[in-house]
Nanobody, 129 residues
């Protein structure tokens, strides 16, 4: 069965760091772009980052401006895992974070304008003092 499982969410203080993981199984992980999304209470889900598939000539990584320079996306295809390193966390980063595997360009992934994807269940990130 297809699975994406996020982990690594936690409660951290402003300025702190977290490393989220997205473990995939049941499909050919390397053929999919991996996007990270977040949703805060009362707000729409937003794409924040994407890393392209291994067989794509797409831009390798993409970030929303609000996280650029603070977050870093990566993938380890041998272990079917993607990561989101989050540094200098701010209270406005508080949200449930989701990963998704999508056969699309990263600009499409981050826009959310796709219909077919594999989604994880989400992991809670809370940034508070």
């Amino acid at each position: 069965q297809v699975q994406l499982v996020e982990s690594g969410g936690d409660l951290v203080q402003p300025g702190g760091s977290l490393r989220l993981s997205c473990k995939a199984s049941g499909f050919t992980f390397g053929y999919y772009a991996i996007g990270w999304f977040r949703q805060a209470p009362g707000k729409e889900r937003e794409g924040i980052s994407c890393i392209s598939s291994s067989d794509s000539r797409d831009t390798s990584t993409l970030y929303r401006d609000s996280v650029k320079g603070r977050f870093t996306i990566s993938r380890d295809n041998a272990n079917n895992t993607a990561h989101l390193q989050m540094d200098d966390l701010k209270p406005e980063d508080t949200a449930v974070y989701f990963c998704a595997a999508v056969r699309a360009l990263c600009r499409v992934v981050v826009s959310g304008k796709f219909l077919r994807a594999y989604w994880g269940q989400g992991t809670q990130v809370t940034v508070s003092s």
